[in-house]
């Protein structure tokens, strides 16, 4: 797409997307002037220019942030409404736009000049709202699109989502609806996509989600109440999982933690679903403990250290306010920890 078509198509998406949990979020990050900031899910840059307005009201002259996105797209987006925020700035020489998965933020971080995150690290997990609702991108069950679901969009080493649909085994079908999506009909739904792809090959979101519909019409003809939610939301959800291997990347994101953050600094991250905010708790409880000496031992004698603390008890979550005018905050959950 030329680029001209970019700004005059995409820059409005990008002005509608509405951050989540945005004050929340820059508390946590305890901006400082001179410190680096590493925003991992760039998106639509919300969290970003907000950080950097909050950053030029402190004084910041020449801010240290890098932000990440494995989608070009999304990057170009961002980086145009960013710009006018950027130039606002004595000089932007130390602020970077990397297209990249955040799991290789640690190896892009030194061709940058930076050698550890002193500031904070943002990771607003999941698709951005510019992404849903383009439809060529497959990630929506409400537009008719390619089963695609890919959100670095080019990469052709990874299989899309009608790959998996296509190839993958009937039990295979059935962990990724059971596990990542929580799907309660993850048995008919896998068994009515293998008999299907028998017919004709999976290839648009719109036929996939009228399957889904199918199967709950049929699950719950006794009058049950209806779902709250659209039939397909967690089997789109448990597609998108798998084809970006979500869950592999932030645990592998998560376990370079400790060389990454510098001490004082904060890592912010917002999950949206059980099975990430269960990583990222559990991820992060050994590293709160100090000493791990069985409780009869007088004295420690494993040296353990804490590395890390919560800077708050529990996850914060939207409030009703937030709810009500960004449904995409309903499931939201961010923890904050600081690096000791
Ligand atoms: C929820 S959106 C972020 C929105 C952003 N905080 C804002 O305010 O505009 C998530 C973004 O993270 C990106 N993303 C998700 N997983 C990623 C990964 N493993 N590496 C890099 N980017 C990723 C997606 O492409 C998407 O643009």
């Known amino acids: 797409m030329p680029r001209e078509q970019v700004r005059e198509d995409l820059t409005p998406i990008a002005e509608k997307h509405v951050p989540v949990l945005l004050d929340a979020v820059l508390k946590g990050l305890n901006l400082e002037v001179g410190k680096t900031y590493v925003d991992g899910t760039l998106g639509m ?137 929580e799907e309660k009909y993850a048995f008919p739904i896998a068994k009515a996509i293998v008999a299907d792809r028998d017919e004709s090959p999976w290839q648009d979101t719109l036929d996939l989600a009228k399957l889904v519909e199918r199967i709950y019409r049929l699950k719950q003809k006794s009058g049950k109440a209806k779902e709250a939610k659209h039939p397909a939301t967690r089997v789109f959800q448990a597609l998108r999982m798998a084809v970006n291997g979500e869950l592999e990347h932030l645990e592998s994101t998560l376990n370079t933690l400790p060389t990454l953050m510098q001490a004082g600094s904060r890592v912010a991250i917002i999950t949206f679903h059980s099975l990430e905010d269960r990583l990222v708790k559990q991820t992060f409880k050994p590293w709160l403990d100090g000493c791990i000496c069985p409780p009869q031992f007088p004295i420690c004698t494993c040296g353990k250290t804490p590395s890390f603390k919560t800077v708050n008890r529990k996850p914060l979550e939207a409030s009703e306010a937030e709810k009500e005018a960004n449904p995409r905050s309903r499931s939201a959950k961010l923890r904050v920890y600081s690096r000791l």
């Open 45 to 181: 840059g919300g969290h970003s220019q907000c950080l950097l307005e909050a950053l030029h009201d402190l004084g910041e002259r020449s801010p240290r942030w890098v932000g990440v996105d494995q989608d070009a797209r999304a990057l170009g987006m961002a980086q145009e409404r960013l710009a006018p925020r950027l130039a606002g700035f004595e000089t932007k020489q130390h602020t970077h736009f990397v297209q990249s998965n955040y799991s290789e933020i640690p190896e892009k971080l030194p061709d940058l000049g930076v050698t550890g995150i002193d500031g904070g690290l943002l990771l607003d997990l999941g698709v951005s709202s510019y992404q849903l609702d383009t439809a060529d991108r497959g990630f929506s069950f409400m537009r008719s699109g390619p089963l695609d679901m890919r959100m670095n969009g080019t990469d052709d080493e990874i299989p899309t989502a009608g790959d998996i649909l296509n190839t993958a085994s009937f039990e295979e079908l059935c962990r990724i609806f059971e596990i990542y999506g």
